[in-house]
């Protein structure tokens, strides 16, 4: 009894914790490329956007008040407290499954990984809520299983739907499934409660099917695009960059025990239907690193029935190794923190590529440049209506979350693969009429933003001013803001 007592404590100080640190990365690490991007979706809800469904979009629009208070704090809320939620049930369901050994296991595992904790668990992404329904809906069809009953088949599809209405991955759970019931139970392929689970699950696709007849199928376009397998040969390059990112982010750690739990002969394996849960999803992915660059958060939902799983199955004394991974996720995240913050460049000591290829300033920089660029245009009022341009959707979303006041227009320009959300939003913005100048920051780290990446008919009229960048006293890199002049509409460009 006192050792359940202990475990208990222990994880409720484990939740506790992992609240408390990740308020306040949420507080001091500025957004990055994706989140401010992503918070385009909570200022202008829709059915569906041009990159994912819209669930990211409605339960971030939510957790802001209607889009009314929008913080760097604030659109990270709603994955902090589904990154609770997911450690509540996962310490819950392994509780009365396995008791409190497991439980508090689940719970080292969980916080041990950098996707788990912080890119799913911090960061506004759409894994963030993704993974609450994706881990539900393994949960409650684990009791449909259990019972044959109808309601928690329902609620396993309708919650799968939910996942699948978050991001596209989640068509992977299902497809995870059959392959268990492929190799193990071929029957129930065709059982009603598969049937009924899979058309519920399915219907998750509705929005984004309407949002995508309205607009040319554009999502369709450009992920089909995205996943084309093998057209420029094998990259072991790309297969090699996407294992070692497997790796940090579930922690090399915690993939030992995983190994040395799978090849444990001595081990009577319980629930292996939640290692074939994540495997589909593992194995395009891993096909699409053969010739594509991919990124390593691609996979991540596949690591919550992992999780599970190897919290069930893994032999006692590897606890130590669970803490020894806890250790290496916090000095991943400490060391992370720091250098974003306080750290040199990393990059390109270049003038004109000063601060290229560092990837921390992707979360630095933006709030100073969004400061100085406010104390600017009140001295220069005249430029308060010029429209500001923009290439790419980073570091458009930047602009559009750190630097542009609220009455000024912000145009992205491109193709479409480059101004993605933008060319829907472009129309809100206003842009005066037969306006033909522009403000553009050219940018020292950026790869797009540059004059160099702009339209051939522009007219550069001046450089207004630099704005360098500084962290920790030290120039990591600059903005030039330029006006420049096109002859014509410029989205008419493209």
């Given at each position: ?12 100080f ?5 609240l408390?640190i ?9 957004l990055?490329?994706?989140e ?8 202008y809800?829709a059915l569906?956007?041009?990159d ?7 339960l ?32 819950r ?11 508090v ?5 969980f ?25 539900l ?14 309601t ?10 939910l ?18 019931y ?6 129930r ?10 058309f ?29 397998f ?14 070692a ?20 002969r ?6 292996a239907?939640?290692?074939y ?12 690193a ?5 990124l ?6 596949a ?11 893994m ?6 190794l ?15 923190w ?19 290829n560092?990837?921390?300033q ?16 009140a ?64 940018q ?8 160099e ?5 522009y ?6 001013i ?5 962290r ?23």
């Amino acid at each position: 009894m006192w050792e359940n007592i202990k475990s208990h404590r222990l994880a409720y100080f484990l939740i506790l914790l992992s609240l408390l640190i990740s308020i306040f990365l949420a507080l001091t690490v500025e957004l990055g490329n994706d989140e401010v991007y992503y918070v385009l979706y909570i200022k202008y809800p829709a059915l569906s956007y041009f990159d994912h469904p819209g669930v990211l979009g409605w339960l971030g629009w939510i957790f802001t008040l209607g889009g009314t208070i929008i913080t760097d704090f604030t659109v990270r809320l709603g994955p902090i407290i589904f990154s609770v939620l997911n450690q509540i049930i996962i310490y819950r369901w392994l509780l009365r499954r396995n008791g409190t050994s497991s439980a508090v296991n689940g719970l080292l595992i969980f916080n041990a990984s950098l996707y788990l904790f912080l890119i799913a668990g911090v960061f506004l992404l759409p894994d963030s809520f993704q993974l609450s329904f994706w881990l539900l809906s393994l949960l409650f069809w684990e009791k449909a299983e259990n019972t044959g009953s109808t309601t928690p088949t329902v609620l396993g599809g309708v919650l799968g739907a939910l996942a699948l209405a978050t991001k596209y991955h989640a068509v992977c759970l299902p497809a995870g499934l059959l392959l268990y019931y492929l190799v193990h139970n071929r029957k129930r392929i065709i059982s009603t409660q598969f049937i009924l689970y899979c058309f519920l699950f399915s219907l998750g696709l509705i929005p984004t099917i309407l949002w995508n007849s309205m607009n040319d199928w554009a999502s369709f376009s450009f992920h089909g695009d995205r996943v084309g397998f093998l057209e420029n040969g094998i990259n072991l390059n790309s297969l090699g960059a996407f294992f070692a990112g497997q790796l940090l982010y579930y922690n090399p750690i915690i993939i030992l025990v995983l190994f040395l739990t799978l090849f444990n002969r001595g081990n009577k394996t319980k629930a292996a239907w939640l290692l074939y849960s994540g495997l589909a999803l593992f194995l395009i992915s891993t096909v699409l690193a053969l010739s594509k660059t991919t990124l390593p958060h691609w996979t991540g939902p596949a690591f919550i029935g992992i999780t599970v799983w190897l919290a069930l199955n893994m032999r006692e004394k590897k606890r130590k190794l669970l803490f020894a991974g806890l250790i290496f996720n916090a000095a991943i995240l400490l060391g992370g923190w720091y250098i974003t913050n306080y750290g040199s460049n990393l990059g390109s000591k270049k003038g004109d590529k000063l601060g290229k290829n560092d990837p921390t300033q992707d979360l630095f920089g933006w709030r100073q440049l969004g400061a100085n660029y406010q104390l600017w245009l009140a001295e220069n009022p005249e430029f308060s209506k010029t429209s500001l341009l923009s290439l790419n959707w980073f570091p458009a979303g930047h602009i559009e979350h750190y630097v542009r006041p609220k009455n000024q227009p912000l145009i992205c320009v491109g193709p479409r693969k480059n101004t993605h959300e933008f060319v829907r939003l472009n129309q809100r913005f206003n842009s005066p009429e037969n306006s033909n100048q522009y403000l553009f920051f050219h940018q020292s780290n950026g790869f797009h933003d540059r004059l160099e990446k702009l339209p051939n008919r522009y007219v550069p009229v001046k450089k207004l001013i630099r704005f360098p960048i500084y962290r920790s006293g030290k120039k990591i890199r600059y903005h030039d803001l330029y006006l420049i002049e096109y002859q014509e509409d410029i989205l008419s460009s493209y």
